[in-house]
Each structure stands twice: as C-alpha cells, then as structure tokens.
T-cell receptor
C-alpha cells in the first residue's frame, strides 16, 4: 500500500513564525500536492509538483512556498504564519500518467493552529 | 471548490440507501471521482467514473453520471455505521482535481 506520511498530526505556532510542514511518500510517485481543508470550503490546492525541483502554484499560493529537493519529499513552508492560515493541511501524491494523475493518495493531515 | 457543488449534510438510517449528489462545471473532465474521509484521516479514493460512462457499480456503491446536466451521484446501498464520513466529489481539470466542499454523512441506528 502507498504510504503518505505527514510529520506532525497537530502543530501550534505563533503569528510571524516560519513553519515547515513535511510530507514523505514511499511509492516513487512523481506528483505531489499540498491542499488545505476548511469546513464548508472543501479542499483547496496550494501548490503541486510534477518532478524534483519543480513546483507549480495552485489556487491559493499566497503566503506559502514549497520545496521538493528529493522525489519522495515535498515540504510546505509558511514564511510568516498568520491566524488565517489556521487549517488542516493535507499532502497527497499520485503516479504520473493520463489515467493516474488524479488518483491521489493522501496523508492523514496536519492540523495547524496559529495563535 | 466553487466549481463543484454538493450538499453539506446527509442523515440516513442504518440499512437504508444513501444518495449523495454533486454538480460540476467542466464538461471536458475525463474522470469524476468520489473520495471518502473518515474521522481523523486523510481522503481515500472510493470510486471514479470515466466521462463516457453513465453508470458504474462496485459492490454497494453505484455512481450515476448525467453529462448533459453535469450531475454526479453516489448511491450507497444498505448503509452501515462504518459509512459515516465526509464524501467529496471531484472533477479533473488539467490533471489536477477540483473538490467540492464535502457531504457529511451521519448514519443513525
């Protein structure tokens, strides 16, 4: 089974802090994604990556950056955390291919609270 | 996502059928998906349907697709307590997924 592991289940940070959310997948997937999940809004795509050192903005990239130095690891960075970034963050991966790009495997999520 | 709409809540009695409805906007979507999120967990792919199909059945799950109305539904037969979860409809857009807000299904005894 594919395993997508997010380093923390819960995080509490202060406004202005730099925050790193880590995600590792063990199935050699090319595609990796970061979403945030908010009640009533569903999942919104922050950033994604189709290859090492490659990144693309999603629908809500403002206030975030990402890093993909190795194929298995995709990091989400909040340069200066703000209270409106309090959310559940979900990492996902998928195999590259027309029929498989969208069959996502998700981690369990990181609930981030910014005080 | 604002392009995919679904109702937020559904309450169903154990043993009854559940029907979750979804409307989407992109008629060029190749696949349409249903994902399930159990409490405290990430999403898992439940089922999907290719856009040239009208129906797909997988054990207790039936997916119906009406391309003309851009309407997708998921029917769960003989709903069990383990089916309590949030169900997300998603459409594909340029190899990315656009998700609805999720329907929280509560199964009551």
């Amino acid at each position: 089974d594919v395993k997508v592991t997010q380093s923390s289940r819960y995080l509490v940070k202060r406004t202005g802090e730099k925050v790193f959310l880590e995600c590792v997948q063990d199935m050699d997937h090319e595609n990796m994604f970061w979403y945030r999940q908010d009640p009533g809004l569903g999942l919104r795509l922050i950033y994604f990556s189709y290859d090492v050192k490659m990144k693309e903005k999603g629908d809500i990239p403002e206030g975030y950056s990402v890093s993909r130095e190795k194929k298995e690891r995709f990091s989400l960075i909040l340069e200066s955390a703000s209270t409106n970034q309090t959310s559940m963050y979900l990492c996902a991966s998928s195999v590259q291919g027309a029929a498989t790009n969208e069959k996502l495997f998700f981690g369990s999520g990181t609930q981030l609270s910014v005080l | 996502g604002e392009d995919v709409e679904q109702s937020l809540f559904l309450s169903v009695r154990e043993g009854d059928s559940s029907v979750i409805n979804c409307t989407y906007t992109d008629s060029s979507s190749t696949y349409l998906y249903w994902y399930k999120q159990e409490p405290g967990a990430g999403l898992q792919l439940l089922t999907y349907i290719f856009s040239n199909m009208d129906m797909k059945q997988d054990q207790r799950l039936t997916v119906l697709l009406n391309k003309k109305d851009k309407h997708l539904s998921l029917r769960i037969a003989d709903t069990q307590t383990g089916d309590s979860a949030i169900y997300f409809c998603a459409e594909s857009m340029e190899y990315k997924l656009s998700f609805g807000a999720g329907t929280t299904v509560t199964v009551r005894a």
